[in-house]
């Protein structure tokens, strides 16, 4: 369950694992966060952008990890804003190519799609190994 760490921020993390209860454990764990923080206008968006980036973590990492690699997943809240982090053991940087390839191919649109949902998204390393993919999004309602 979420734990907030203060009256003007939240915070949940949870560790998922490569497999499709694991991703759907990630959904659900996500609407369920986002509903408690009275986020459900929020929720389409954030679970496609969790599900981009997870899927993307599971696709490269597990690629480079011996065994089923460590994904987790979190979320920070704030007045404005929602943090989404996905964190991998693969040291790789993501590729954004929002040029490649047709709209009809089935793979390597998922951090376009990631673009186009969240107000900026980034990585940074994260010593001594592997990645946090985040992606930062409005907590405003739709207009």
């Not at 040029?99 to 001594?128: F, K, M, Q, Y």
Request: glycine residues 6%; charged residues 20%; hydrophobic residues 40%.
């Amino acid at each position: 369950m979420p734990q907030f760490s203060g009256d003007l921020a939240a915070s949940a993390a949870l560790r998922v694992e490569c497999n499709r209860e694991g991703f759907a454990q990630a959904r659900s764990f996500t609407r369920d966060t986002l509903h408690l923080w009275s986020l459900d206008h929020r929720c389409d968006d954030t679970t496609v952008v969790i599900t981009e980036l997870t899927a993307n973590a599971a696709t490269h990492a597990a690629a480079a990890a011996s065994g089923a690699p460590e994904i987790r997943l979190g979320f920070l809240l704030d007045p404005t804003h929602l943090l989404v982090t996905v964190s991998d053991p693969d040291d790789r940087p993501p590729v954004y190519a929002p040029d490649a390839g047709s709209a009809l191919e089935e793979h390597g649109r998922g951090l376009c799609i990631v673009d186009a949902l969240s107000e900026e998204w980034g990585w940074t390393p994260r010593p001594p190994a592997g990645k946090t993919v985040w992606a930062r999004l409005s907590t405003r309602p739709p207009i």
